[in-house]
């Protein structure tokens, strides 16, 4: 099993930046893909971006190519989240996401709250 823990979020405004991080532990960090998902009020969880075990591919919702940087470091079981030029519409509850390819299932943090407002 997979424990994770979001950090980073907070009250940003318009056009600003924030560092999303995720500190895992209980398994080898290194197997898993992990991902970046958010959830704005009322509306469904969607995928932010996603980066390999071996952090070699990198995959964004397409929207956010350019602002936003996943990265993660397998020696510290890390994961970040790089946001830039943050927009009112980032505001969400974002979460980390651990998949194992192996046996096919997800573990989640229990997300970090990132408020973009004036």
């Known amino acids: 099993q997979v424990q994770l823990v979001e950090s980073g979020g907070g009250l940003v405004q318009p056009g600003g930046s924030l560092r999303l991080s995720c500190a895992a532990s209980g398994s080898i960090f290194s197997m898993y893909a992990m991902s970046w998902y958010r959830q704005a009020p009322g509306k469904e969880r969607e995928l932010v971006a996603t980066i390999n075990s071996a952090a070699g591919s990198t995959h964004y919702k397409g929207s956010l190519k350019g602002r936003f940087t996943i990265s993660r470091d397998n020696a510290k079981n890390t994961v970040h989240l790089q946001m830039n030029s943050l927009k009112p519409d980032d505001t969400a509850l974002y979460y980390c996401?651990?998949?194992?390819?192996?046996?096919?299932?997800?573990?989640w943090g229990q997300g970090t709250q990132v408020t973009v407002s004036s």
């Open positions: 996401n651990a998949y194992s390819p192996v046996t096919e299932y997800d573990y």
